[in-house]
């Protein structure tokens, strides 16, 4: 039989996410104990890990969302060999093994698979949904970057670090977490969004903001890159006020709050004080940190605890719900565990922040994904 792991194409691309979290959260435990391998990090966690999961996640999520089918399916099977076939290339590139303008087009063809798988299914969308302008956007700058770093890399361009930096990781990640919080908050606290238009307003917001602080970074404006992330910083303030207003609603059921939004609440204060660190300049470091492990890998986890089980129970279990005892999607992970693991992981984040206690933090940290990791694996045994 084969396993539901490998027929889910979702499943996959997560699965190889988290592996390479594992890795790229070991090479950072080197990195804090004086070895240089900060771009191998850096690129295992925003190449492999996020960018792999947050594919896999598109590629369940906007479908249910927009109520069709995912298309050009054939093509998504070969982004999934591109992608991590890029990832693993790219990281050759910096041990140099091989030149940057072999594994940097690898990368990209994946990419540009993925967009345009996801691409042509939204044309088909028969429901509309507040994530779609957002991933929409968010898609774009993700192969705006990954072209952005090949032509910088090659010498085609003036390259800046910090617009490749920015365009994946306030673009195509962050904007990305916009959208799926947009869509997933409401849903898993079983309220309704307090406002669908503060939601656009949002996205059209930083559709003004991003391209004013990218122009900045490229030219060295430090007025843009201000005004940019000040726009920024407003959309997040907004994102956060209408997820913790549709929190403040009664909900709609007398059910525990979900494990996912305990995850999505901190995530959010970590988040929130990453964008003001970043207007307020504080070391790259620390910045970096809040948003892409406070924010993002937190906001990551918690969405996977819905979205792992789910996949799974719809794979194994959905065809035989009345026909024998099934168990529920919550009883395929380890609750209690999760709990943990959320603890660990806000622990883990602030401790990374403080000079003196930093390796403390990311060895939590790596408990932490590990234990993560090793549960969701566990849901496919269960």
């Known amino acids: ?16 996410g988290l592996f390479y979290l594992i890795i790229a959260s070991a090479i950072g435990l080197l990195n804090l104990a004086g070895y240089s391998l900060k771009p191998v990090h850096s690129h295992l966690m925003l190449a492999g890990f996020v960018s792999l999961v947050i594919i896999g996640s598109m590629y369940q999520l906007v479908p249910t969302v927009t109520g069709t ?45 993925f967009g345009m798988v996801v691409f042509v299914t939204l044309t088909d969308m028969k429901l509309k949904s507040i994530a779609v302008p957002f991933f929409g956007l968010a898609i774009a700058l993700y192969m705006a970057g990954t072209v952005y770093g090949i032509l910088g890399m090659s010498g085609k361009i003036p390259f800046r670090i910090s617009v490749h930096n920015h365009l994946l990781t306030a673009g195509w990640v962050g904007v990305t977490t916009f959208g799926g919080l947009y869509e997933l908050f409401p849903m898993l606290s079983l309220r309704k969004l307090r406002s669908v238009k503060l939601a656009y307003i949002t996205f059209i917001i930083l559709l003004i903001s991003l391209p004013i602080m990218l122009y900045g970074f490229q030219n060295s404006a430090s007025a843009m890159v201000t005004y940019g992330g000040a726009g920024y ?38 988040g929130m004080a990453g964008v003001f660190a970043g207007l307020l300049n504080a ?45 529920m999607i919550a009883d395929l992970f380890n609750l209690k565990l999760g709990e943990v693991i959320l603890v660990l992981s806000v622990l883990g984040t602030v401790l990374l922040l403080v000079p003196g206690t930093k390796m403390v933090g990311g060895i939590l940290l790596f408990g932490a994904f590990l234990a993560f990791t090793y549960d969701m694996v566990m849901v496919q045994r269960r």
């Open 233 to 270: 910083a407003l959309a997040f303030l907004l994102l956060s006020a209408n997820l913790m207003l549709t929190l403040a609603r009664e909900s709609e059921t007398p059910a525990p709050l979900d494990i996912s939004v305990k995850f999505f609440v901190p995530a959010l204060l970590f």
């Open 69 to 113: 089918e995912l298309k050009l399916k054939n093509l998504a099977e070969l982004s999934f060999y591109l992608t991590n076939l890029g990832v693993l290339l790219l990281i050759a590139s910096f041990f140099g093994m091989i030149p940057f303008y072999i594994s940097g087009p690898a990368y990209l063809l994946g990419t540009l698979a």
């Open 1 to 16: 039989m084969v396993p539901v792991v490998w027929k889910s194409l979702p499943l996959r691309f997560i699965y190889s």
């Open 283 to 327: 070391d790259s470091f620390t910045h970096s940190h809040l948003m892409l492990v406070g924010w993002i890998t937190l906001t990551i986890i918690g969405a996977a605890y819905h979205i792992i089980p789910m996949i799974t129970w719809m794979e194994k279990y959905s065809m035989k719900l009345g026909a024998e005892d099934v168990p």
